[in-house]
């Protein structure tokens, strides 16, 4: 069984990496000495259960939650604690659990809020495009409400708001969350095609199975620690995570 002290194995470029990730809230030790790397092109995954910290890790490497220890790297560079703003500048998105569109402006609005950080003009008409060409729905419902929309429809906008950003690392949490199967499925479908294009994925998924399924390497936290890594199909495998997260 792979321990936490597990690598990744051969060469790769790591766009992100966490080294001794410390969080408080409160008086709670929310993330405990995480270690995690994220090689570029790649599909990574994180599964827990509720409570585990694995949002808090996702809003600290956004830079909207202040680690009280360790170190966030991006392209080597370390960027704990600069302002979500920069972050998304240097090239990350975040979109959050919940979907937070905003639920008064259209669809179009909602899209353009996204590529609020860019100036390229020929890039940002591309790119809404691409996203017109991944969720066809969206098309159809520019002028459209966001708060008017079905629970996967806002969640394909909140994907195709962030990739508004052009953002080489896009994280994801909870996207299936509260979806119908089918609305779930095409979900995951999309993220893999998004990350055939180039684009590499941290993903947060209570969907265990599906998550693991599309993932070249995968972490277990649970309270705040990494207690597993390997690659997506060996945990799939692993009896203590078929027991534990799989129903099995």
């Keep these: 069984m792979p321990g936490p002290n597990t690598e990744p194995k051969g060469k790769q470029n790591f766009l992100l990496k966490l080294e001794g990730l410390s969080v408080y809230y409160g008086g709670i030790h929310a993330l405990q000495g995480i270690d995690i790397e994220v090689a570029e092109g790649k599909i990574v995954t994180l599964i827990g259960a509720n409570g585990a910290g694995k949002s808090t890790m996702l809003n600290s490497i956004a830079g909207l939650v202040k680690p009280a220890a360790g ?44 590529a609020y950080i860019r100036k390229d003009k020929a890039g940002i008409r591309q790119d809404r495009e691409r996203c017109f060409r991944l969720f066809p729905r969206l098309k159809e419902r520019i002028r459209q409400s966001a708060g008017t929309l079905s629970g996967g429809e806002q969640q394909m906008l909140a994907v195709a708001r962030g990739l508004m950003s052009s953002p080489k690392l896009l994280m994801l949490d909870e996207p299936s969350l509260g979806l119908a199967p089918l609305v779930s499925k095409m979900i995951f479908e ?29 972490y277990v936290l649970e309270t705040g620690r990494i207690t597993m890594q390997d690659t997506g199909e060996a945990l799939l495998k692993d009896d203590g995570i078929r027991k534990a997260y799989l129903g099995e």
Excluded: C
């Excluded at 302002?83 to 919940?98: C, N, T, W």
């Excluded at 095609?193 to 998924?205: D, F, M, P, V």
């Design 190 to 218: 999309i993220i893999i095609e998004i990350n055939k294009h180039g684009t590499t994925i941290l993903l947060i998924e209570q969907n265990a199975r599906a998550a693991l399924e599309i993932a070249d390497y995968a």
């Design 71 to 114: 170190k966030i790297l991006w392209n080597d560079e370390e960027i704990t604690g600069h302002d979500p703003r920069d972050i998304v500048s240097g090239g990350m998105a975040l979109i959050p659990e919940g979907r937070h569109v905003f639920p008064n402006l259209t669809v179009d609005e909602n899209l353009t809020l996204g």
